[in-house]
């Protein structure tokens, strides 16, 4: 078996199953960073988050890893500008769509 397949194997317990449990939704600002807005948690290690960066309004999708009792942002993940963010925003049906026929 690859890397790749064990890898993904080891996800599987983070809440990634073909249950699409909820995700939790919140608007809480991150009290360690005061531009940081949670929308809400995919899974237990993983929130979409809106902040503020160097002047600039991001939507992030970000994994988190826990380190010294603090939750802390992992490289694993993507910041979209709001026109990256409009563009998939505005495809979503056709997301759905394709995940339903594959």
């Known amino acids: ?3 790749w397949g064990k890898r993904k194997q080891s996800y599987a317990s983070d809440g990634d199953s073909d249950d699409h449990a909820p995700s939790k939704k919140s608007s809480m600002k991150d009290s360690d960073d005061p531009d940081n807005i949670i929308v809400c948690e995919i899974s237990r290690n993983r929130r979409v ?3 503020n960066w160097q002047g600039k309004v991001q939507v992030d999708i970000r ?3 826990v380190k010294d009792g603090k939750q802390m942002p992992g ?3 993507i910041s ?5 963010w409009n563009v998939l925003r505005d495809h979503v049906n056709e ?3 394709a ?3 594959a």
């Open 75 to 77: 490289k694993k993940g």
């Open 63 to 65: 994994e988190f890893y």
């Open 80 to 84: 979209l500008t709001m026109d990256q």
């Open 95 to 97: 997301i759905d769509e």
């Open 49 to 51: 988050s809106v902040r």
């Open 99 to 101: 995940v339903d026929n």
């Open 1 to 3: 078996m690859s890397k």
